[in-house]
């Protein structure tokens, strides 16, 4: 089938974006309409973490789809209760509230935080982000977020998200005032670049908002549903956070996010948040596929596995390509490269035939992979073979 067979000028969209029309996907690899091949290592940006189509899903979906497809949002339904129990079982957090992107859950804990400054710290509002910061692209997301540029963008921002520097404690400290009601960062900086919070500061966060009772909230929207090697990143610090958002990968592809918070930190009420398909049972029943095959004996120690496996092979190409070194965690990982031809690479990796390669550059100077948690050794080292080539081909 031919380009023209998709025509795409009625779709409001970013220009730069290629003239690729994608019509199926398998596992680690998506297939465009002109039966061209991808080894996929952004999955969405993190969010099919199971890979394309994953049986378990379709399974969930299916069978849920014969049952119940939306109920009134005013009721409870059978997966949002269990996917609910299943969420607090394996995490610090005893509430749950379902939401149908990151930018509606991390919309929600900035409410569930005003809330309780309202209610138990005087109206205390502010909300402490860091520089580089991505928390979604609503306006008080795009307010709480620290991305270049948004502060004009579509201004006026919402007020009260001042913005401190990751792994920097001091300057955290400096922001806090009487109107300071919670910190909230990436436990991994995704879009500003795969920059971890240090298991240090995650902790100095943890003692310092308890010091001055202030909330710590974690987005977990990218580093969430065991991209980082755990089910969730918190959990690597040891530290215990007060709410956590998480979106992508807990819905493996479809539209699903979560809020979850401490029992005593859930004070919403009966009309302070909702939507339509909040909870939704046809996106729960798959979020339920999703962490239960995460959480399955041995799949977490794999990704840790195939994380140590990738980076293995980035740091080879650092040395081989005198570039400098890579980090993340688990298989959120970044090459770290010595100039700026990261589009570049991303253009040329996803051109070469037969089969292309998806990639990404979060910043100029890094390439960032997110491929399937369940991705074969083998296909990784197909990936990394095709930046080599691409990496050759700019010499
Ligand atoms: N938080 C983080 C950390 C993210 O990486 C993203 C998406 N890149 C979001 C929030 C927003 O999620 P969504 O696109 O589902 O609104």
């Given at each position: 089938m031919k380009f023209n067979d998709y025509p795409i000028d009625s779709l409001m969209y970013i220009t730069s974006r290629p003239d690729i029309v994608f019509t199926r996907g398998e596992g680690s690899w998506l297939y465009d309409n002109n039966g061209k091949r991808y080894l996929d290592f952004i999955q969405g940006w993190a969010v099919n973490c199971l890979g394309h189509c994953n049986p378990g899903m379709i399974q969930a979906l299916e069978t849920q789809a014969r049952k119940l497809i939306n109920p009134s949002p005013a009721f409870y339904n059978e997966p949002m209760t269990r996917l609910a129990n299943l969420l607090t079982a394996n995490s610090c957090f005893q509430k749950v509230f379902f939401a149908n992107s990151g930018a509606e859950a991390n919309e929600g804990a900035i409410k569930l935080a005003r809330k309780w400054g309202r209610k138990f710290k005087n109206g205390a509002y502010e909300i402490i982000t860091f520089d580089h910061s991505f928390h979604g692209r609503t306006i008080a997301t795009m307010s709480a977020s620290g991305k270049p540029g948004w502060d004009t963008l579509y201004a006026p921002q919402v007020p009260g998200f001042p913005k401190a520097d990751l792994n920097d404690i001091a300057s955290v400290e400096a922001l806090i005032n009487d109107k300071t009601v919670a910190v909230m960062l990436?436990?991994?900086?995704?879009?500003?670049?795969v920059i971890p919070a240090t298991a240090e500061f995650m902790k100095q966060l943890r003692e310092l908002t308890r010091k001055h009772n202030l909330l710590l909230i974690v987005d977990e929207v990218q580093t969430g549903c065991g991209r980082a090697g755990s089910l969730f990143a918190y959990q690597l610090s040891g530290i215990e956070p007060d709410i956590m958002t998480l979106g992508k990968g807990i819905g493996g592809g479809v539209p699903l996010a979560a809020l979850l918070a401490r029992e005593e930190i859930a004070v919403f009420e009966a009309g302070d948040q909702g939507g339509t398909y909040?909870?939704?049972?046809?996106?729960?029943?798959?979020?339920?596929?999703?962490?239960?095959?995460?959480?399955?004996?041995?799949?977490?120690?794999?990704?840790?596995?195939?994380?140590?496996?990738?980076?293995?092979?980035?740091?080879?190409?650092?040395?081989?390509?005198?570039?400098?070194?890579?980090?993340?965690?688990?298989?959120?990982?970044?090459?770290?490269?010595?100039h700026d031809k990261g589009n570049q690479i991303v253009e040329r990796a996803r051109e070469l035939q037969p089969d292309g390669v998806l990639l990404n550059a979060a910043r100029p100077n890094l390439i960032r992979f997110m491929p399937a948690l369940n991705v074969t050794n083998a296909e990784i080292d197909l990936a990394l073979g095709a930046l080599r080539t691409v990496l050759d081909s700019l010499a």
């Open positions: 990436e436990p991994i900086q995704g879009e500003g670049g909040n909870g939704n049972p046809l996106m729960t029943a798959v979020g339920l596929s999703v962490i239960e095959q995460l959480i399955a004996p041995g799949f977490l120690e794999g990704v840790r596995a195939r994380g140590e496996y990738l980076k293995a092979g980035l740091l080879k190409i650092s040395a081989d390509y005198g570039m400098n070194g890579e980090r993340g965690e688990g298989l959120l990982r970044a090459l770290l490269m010595n």
